[in-house]
């Protein structure tokens, strides 16, 4: 799959994201399912959205044993989603199991990437709560290599580390990036952001992006200008 722009579809009811979508009648965009809507409709608003021609990364963030993620794995896999994703935090072992439970009896299975450390993680609070004492940027590297290890697609992770993570696990590791804001927009309750266009020299494979698309006056003008600045 090659650069493409997500759209994180942070909706509370199946009514409202489909009032959303239904605006996208020309280029279907990448649609990010989090745990709200999931939790809030279930699977069947996965099927739905995939059933409109859509790509799904459902992002549901797996960290348990090895074997409960495992058998969650597959039944994700199962609902046919494009790309899902993990703590890397579970360990190399848990994120082996994951994608062990992801593959198809036919070898095919969706995209795996995994969380470093969350972006809402200052180094404060991984030394004082996590007891992680090493530099956080260390760390996010760190646990980027281990999902590599494990044979995951890529993580998640600041644009800012898109480049450093490419350094050390290589080109085709992706690297998925939220925190995007348009250069003249407003950036609300997202602290490192880039645009579209520096998201891109940077080397980011899928930006991901939210509220500055789903709160546009026009959402389909602002999905748009992501694509051109991002994908073209
Ligand atoms: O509205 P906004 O563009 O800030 O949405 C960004 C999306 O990416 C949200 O769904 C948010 O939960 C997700 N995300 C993030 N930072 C991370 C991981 C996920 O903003 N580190």
Redesign the pocket.
């Known amino acids: 799959m090659g650069k493409d722009v997500i759209v994180?579809c942070?909706f509370a009811s199946a009514e409202q994201v489909f009032t959303f979508l239904d605006k996208f009648t020309d280029r279907k965009p990448f649609v990010?399912i989090?745990m709200e809507l999931f939790y809030a409709e279930g699977p069947a608003i996965v099927r739905e959205i995939k059933r409109r021609g859509h790509k799904i990364f459902l992002?549901l963030k797996l960290h348990d044993i090895p074997n409960t993620v495992k058998k969650s794995m597959a039944v994700l896999s199962r609902l046919d989603v494009d790309l899902c994703n993990l703590h890397a935090g579970g360990t190399v072992r848990m994120m082996e199991a994951a994608l062990e439970g992801l593959t198809r009896p036919d070898g095919t299975r969706p995209l795996l990437i995994a969380?470093t450390q969350?972006?809402?993680t200052d180094q404060a609070a991984m030394e004082e709560d996590l007891l992680i004492k090493e530099p956080i940027d260390q760390v996010v590297l760190h646990y980027a290599a281990n999902a590599k290890k494990a044979g995951l697609d890529g993580v998640?992770?600041?644009p800012l580390e898109a480049g450093k993570v490419h350094e050390v696990c290589g080109d085709n590791f992706l690297t998925v990036t939220?925190?995007?804001?348009f250069a003249d927009g407003d950036i609300?309750?997202?602290k490192r952001v880039m645009t579209p266009a520096q998201a891109k020299r940077i080397g980011s494979d899928y930006i991901?992006?939210?509220?500055?698309?789903?709160?546009a006056e026009d959402p389909v003008a602002a999905y748009n200008r992501c694509v051109a600045e991002f994908c073209d």
């Open positions: 994180a942070d990010k989090g992002d969380v969350l972006t809402s998640v992770c600041s939220p925190g995007v804001r609300g309750d997202q991901v992006v939210g509220r500055p698309i789903t709160a």
